[in-house]
Each structure stands twice: as C-alpha cells, then as structure tokens.
C-alpha cells in the first residue's frame, strides 16, 4: 500500500485550507448578493475556489471510498442548489434552475479525475464534457486545476509556474481571478492610477502579442535559463556561487579581445568559435578563484564570489574609458563588433537560444547520469561522507566551479555577440542574481528552468511594456515582477512547511490515536 510520503510531499494542513475556502467563499457571496458594486469581496473569493479544487485532489489520493466521498459532495450540492438560486438569481427562478452551484462543479471535476486515476476513460470524457456544455460556474476549469495539483503533487515548483500561467488568460475576461499575486501585483499598479486588469493583459500582450516582443522575451529567456543552468551544480553541492554575474562578465570580456583585433583575419565560424572558447575559459578562471580559496581554506565562498563581481566590472568599467575606448576618447565606449563577430539569426532571434537549450540536456544528463554529477550531489549532501567514499573534496569543488563559471562565461559570450555586438561594464544586467531565482524555483532541474526562465522573460518584457504604454515608472514594473517572484516563492514555502498553533499538534495525535 502506498505510503503518505509517496503519495503527497507536503504538510498542509487540508482541515485549514477548507475553512479559510469557506470563509473566502461566504466574503463572496456576501459581496455578491449584497455589495456587488465593491469588488474587493469578489477578489477575496476568489481564493476559495483553487483551494476547493486543491483538498478534492487530496480527497482522491487519501479516501478509502471514493464513491461515498463523491455521494456526500452530491448530496450538498443538491442541498445547496435552492439557496444558491434565491440569493443569486431570485427574479428568475424557473429559468435558472440549470444554473449550478459550485459545489456540482467540484462534483463533476472529482468524477472526471477519479475516472482518470482508474483508467475508466468514458467517465473522465463524461465529467469534462458536462462541466463544458452544462452552466456551471468555472466550468471544466474546476478539472484543470486538479490536474495541475494531480500530477504536480510533489513538484512544487512547477505547480507554482502553470498555477500562475492557469490563470493568466482570465484577465482578458476582465476580472482579477488569482486570488493573491495578480491581486497584489493589480493594487500596485491600481496605486500608480491604472487599471490593474489593463495592465496585466498589457504585460502578456507585450512579451507575447507581436513578433517583435517575442523576439525580445527570447532575448531575455537567453541569458536567465544559461545562468541558471550554470549555477545549478554549485547549488547541488551547497557552494553558494553568488558570482555568476562576474563570470558573465569576465567571459564576456575575454571574447570580446577576439572580436575586436582578430576579427580582421579570421572567418566568421572559427573566430566565433574561437570567441565562446575564450569566454567559457575567462568565465571558468574566474570563478576558479573563489573555488580555490574554499577548497584550500575554507574562506566564505558566498562573500567571495559576491566581491569577484565588483572587481570584474571594475575591470570593465577601465577597459570602455581606456585601451578599449572607441576613437575618438571621451564617450567611455567600445566598438561595435564587426559582422563576423556577430552570431547569426535563427527565426529572427540570435541562435543563442539553441545554444542554452542544448545546455539543457547536457547539464540534465551530466548531474544525473555521470560520475561526476554523483559526487556533486554526494557532496551536497555531505562533505564527511563524500570523503569517507574516498572522493577529493576540494578537487571537486575547483572542478565544478570551473564548468559553472564556463557556462556563464559563454552566457557571457552570447550576450556581446548576439544581443549587444559589444561590451560595456553592465552587459550581465542582473541575470546572475535572477537566476538564482530560476534555479531554486526549478529545484535545480535543468527542464524546469526552461519553463520558469520563460516564465520570467515574459514577466520582464511585459513590466518594459507597461512603463510604455501606461507611463508606470520603470522602477515600478519591477516592484509588480517582485511581487508575482515573491508569491511564487512563498507557495513553495507553504508545501514544503505548515503553520502549527499552540496545542494543535497534541490534539491532532489524540485524534489520530482515537481512530
């Protein structure tokens, strides 16, 4: 029999989750029948809905009689449905008697799933298409939703990301639907005097409605998902590299040499490849120093690599207003880069976008399937361990800090030679801090990291879209992209730990020990 841990790792608490539901749904109704004209009442209910959704999913993993948990639910639905008439649709009686109650939602959408975790296909295809042509509120959202929390039970992270991509498309229907991250990120931008459901449609339609804008949510998938990729194994073996911005940086500046006093005599693929060589050696190098230091003495390897940034860039700043500064002086710029030291474009975008996806793959079957990701990961767990097994501890931190730094490196590469066709002290512009975001959101899996760097290249082209089009200040679309980042953060927080009051755990033993 299939033990709790296997089935669902998380430790909330359902029996809190269906209270604060029905109080969020009872502040619903009550705005509803009796203060329609306040919205705040329909904001606040729109958190009972998910979390319905959410404890039926548990319901079906845990229930020892699925049957008799969809009859009770069958029966309050029914029981509800009167009183759901006379306060929502009293003038009108007869001709909404059709018109269900959520609770024949939740009913329908528990069918459809039990159908689909035992395989009895027609009832899943029944339940669907009933919550599809009948008048149910949500409709067979209700089914996707417990599909979400279904099968991403145990994968907190990309529960969060297609939580939040579920109710993106909602705002074009003019209503803020996700009960707390739209809600907060809406009254930001409501504080600026916008309209908040304007915005977000504004912030999707940006990154996502023109070619143009995908181009650009392309361009800044790019440096997100390679950083965070080159962060992973670092993170893997509890080395908290803080420097990848630096190691950009730095490998952007090694290639850069090539680009400008070699480009006159070498053709474009080998200088090219010559470029991203250097890169990923001046990147690795870089954050080879730190590695050292950790390994021979143990320094603080979080302050460290934090300090290489600043010293790097400084580095750069000296090389735009001295031996690099374009002629004439005084602009405190470097060249641009000749044609040949230029990536080339796939589907209008530079072809680093494939270059970072191929690293996907290879960093997913390195961590996963060498030796070498099973001494990281050995080490992660523990240094004494590791050591006891006969594995050279500090030769494998200098080791994988120096292919996380050529990672960035060749971020670093990309960057001048494919986004900006030059170098200048900011060309990291913050990816290898975001990215540690990426990488903890995904729990340091590679495929995960496509999806949520996607996900914040989207955020992060549509907050440039908003301080356009609706004169929201740029220090502003930052704080919304901040807000959804925090929430999304916190969910994971709120799976993997749970709040106990005082006295609620020794009643929950003597409950457990009565049954």
Not at 214 to 237: D, E, H, S, W, Y
Request: charged share 10%; hydrophobic share 55%; aromatic share 14%.
């Amino acid at each position: 029999m299939e033990t709790q841990e296997r089935k669902l790792r998380t430790n909330l608490d359902t029996d809190l989750l269906k209270l604060v539901a029905i109080a969020a749904m009872l502040v619903d109704h009550i705005g509803g029948a009796f203060f329609p004209e306040i919205p705040v009442f329909r904001w606040i209910g729109r958190l009972a809905f998910p979390l319905f959704c959410y404890c039926m999913t548990v319901g079906l993993l845990y229930t020892h009689d699925i049957r008799r948990y969809l009859g009770r639910l069958a029966i309050f639905a029914v029981v509800s449905q009167p009183f759901w008439i006379l306060a929502f649709n009293a003038d009108d009686i007869l001709g909404n008697l059709t018109n269900w109650n959520i609770f024949f939602t939740l009913f329908f959408s528990l069918l459809a799933m039990w159908g689909l975790t035992t395989r009895r296909w027609w009832i899943f295809v029944l339940g669907v298409l009933v919550l599809a042509f009948g008048s149910f509120d949500y409709n067979y959202n209700g089914v996707i939703l417990m599909l979400i929390f279904y099968f991403c039970r145990n994968k907190p992270a990309l529960l969060a990301g297609l939580y939040t991509l579920f109710w993106i498309p909602a705002l074009w229907g003019g209503s803020l639907e996700d009960p707390l991250a739209l809600v907060v990120g809406g009254l930001v931008i409501l504080l600026s005097g916008n309209n908040p459901i304007q915005g977000y449609a504004i912030i999707v339609e940006g990154a996502l409605g023109k070619t143009s804008g995908i181009r650009q949510t392309v361009k800044n998938f790019i440096p997100l998902l390679g950083t965070a990729l080159a962060i992973a194994p670092c993170f893997k073996m509890r080395f908290w590299n803080i420097g990848a911005e630096g190691q950009i940086t730095a490998g952007a500046m090694c290639a850069t040499y090539f680009a400008l006093f070699w480009a006159d005599s070498i053709p474009q693929v080998p200088l090219l490849l010559l470029m991203c060589a250097a890169g990923a050696i001046g990147g690795g190098l870089w954050a080879l120093v730190p590695a050292f230091f950790k390994a021979r003495w143990g320094t603080n390897e979080t302050l460290f690599t934090l300090m290489m940034n600043y010293i790097i860039i400084g580095v750069v700043k000296w090389l735009q207003g001295g031996p690099w500064e374009k002629i004439p002086r005084g602009s405190q710029q470097i060249e641009q880069f000749a044609s040949n030291a230029c990536l080339p474009r796939v589907a209008g975008v530079y072809c680093g976008w494939i270059v970072v996806l191929a690293l996907t793959v290879f960093m997913f079957l390195y961590m996963k399937y060498t030796k070498h990701g099973y001494e990281i990961a050995v080490i992660g767990e523990s240094e004494n361990t590791a050591r006891y097994a006969g594995m050279n501890v500090g030769w494998v931190i200098m080791r994988t800090m120096f292919l996380s730094g050529a990672i960035a490196g060749v971020v670093g590469f990309l960057l001048v030679s494919g986004a900006n066709n030059t170098l200048y002290s900011g060309v990291a512009a913050g990816a290898g801090f975001t990215a540690i975001t990426v990488a903890w959101l995904a729990q340091l899996n590679p495929f995960a990291m496509v999806g949520i760097s996607a996900l914040l290249a989207v955020l992060q082209k549509g907050a440039d879209t908003l301080n356009t089009q609706m004169g929201i200040p740029a220090s502003l679309s930052d704080v919304i992209t901040g807000v959804l980042l925090f929430f999304m953060l916190g969910c994971e927080f709120f799976i993997n730990y749970k709040l106990v009051f005082r006295g609620a755990e020794e009643r929950h033993k003597r409950k457990e020990a009565a049954k």
